[in-house]
């Protein structure tokens, strides 16, 4: 039996979510890690869903500085996984694309991520199983809203 919402005390609510939320990324983090920071994994992720982007673009889609997300991007490049073009209507921009291997890498670190947790998935009860999906529609009506 749940509480109705006006009874819930939505700041620990907020808190417990923020948790949980936090650890699960960290140990999804762990699962799809090959090699990565975390900001340069996203960036990568980015580049690939997004690109090509400019600097500027990268920086701002990643919510981060400049100097920042060229320290990502040389990294990124050392590795062969991204490069940098010149944009072909103004030469004085410079666009991130991802290479093959860049793509090839963060299809694998996604598989690892999703089969860890669809293990983690196999140990629930169909009616767990059912209370999360409904959970999750709630999570990505929030993000949608906080798009608004």
């Given at each position: 039996m749940s509480l109705?919402?006006?009874?819930?005390?939505r700041a620990r609510l907020a808190l417990r979510l923020r948790l949980v939320v936090t650890r699960l990324n960290r140990h999804l983090g762990g699962q799809g890690d090959l090699g990565l920071t975390p900001t340069a994994q996203s960036a990568l992720a980015a580049v690939v869903g997004h690109g090509p982007l400019s600097l500027g673009e990268?920086?701002?889609h990643e919510g981060v500085k400049p100097p920042t997300i060229t320290a990502t991007v040389a990294?990124?490049?050392a590795q062969g996984l991204i490069r940098r073009e010149s944009d072909p209507t103004d030469r004085r921009v410079v666009r991130i694309?991802?290479?093959?291997r860049g793509r090839l890498w963060l299809l694998r670190s996604r598989t690892r991520t999703t089969e860890y947790l669809?293990?983690?998935?196999?140990?629930l009860?169909?009616?767990?199983l059912a209370r999360l999906e409904a959970g999750l529609e709630v999570l990505e009506q929030l993000l949608e809203e906080g798009r608004a």
């Open positions: 109705p919402a006006s009874a819930i005390d990268l920086a701002d990294g990124l490049e694309t991802a290479t093959q669809a293990r983690r998935l196999q140990t009860g169909e009616l767990d």
